[in-house]
Nanobody, 121 residues
Framework: QVQLVESGGGLVQPGGSLRISCAAS????????MGWYRQVPGKERELVGI???????DYVDSVKGRFTISRDYAKNMVYLQMNSLKPEDTAVYYC???????????????WGQGTLVTVSS
């Protein structure tokens, strides 16, 4: 089993910054990609940013230049640093991790429980 625990969401004023974190634990052999998605009521979940095992990163256009995704290989953690936040960034942010598990090396993909980020004055 692989579990994800997210933290760091909350209320922030427009123009402010926030960092959210996600820790993966369990029977992990290798992580291939870690990403952050977000969802607002009535809309589909969208990819915000992703980082692969080759350190390649990609972002949705609306957050480029404002958000930075990073990972800690030793701790199996992924972070999303969000700067210059806008009200339209308000959403539940979900962590997603893909990789291979022990002992059978089967591929897995898991989601976190979500953390709410509210950007409002």
């Amino acid at each position: 089993q692989v579990q994800l625990v997210e933290s760091g969401g909350g209320l922030v004023q427009p123009g402010g910054s926030l960092r959210i974190s996600c820790a993966a634990s369990g029977s992990i052999f290798r992580i291939s990609a870690m990403g952050w998605y977000r969802q607002v009521p009535g809309k589909e979940r969208e990819l915000v940013g992703i980082v692969t095992s080759g350190e390649r990163t990609d972002y949705v256009d609306s957050v480029k230049g404002r958000f930075t995704i990073s990972r800690d290989y030793a701790k199996n953690m992924v972070y999303l640093q969000m700067n210059s936040l806008k009200p339209e960034d308000t959403a539940v942010y979900y962590c997603n991790v893909n990789g291979q598990r022990r002992p059978d090396y089967r591929y897995f993909g898991v989601w976190g429980q979500g953390t709410l980020v509210t950007v409002s004055s």
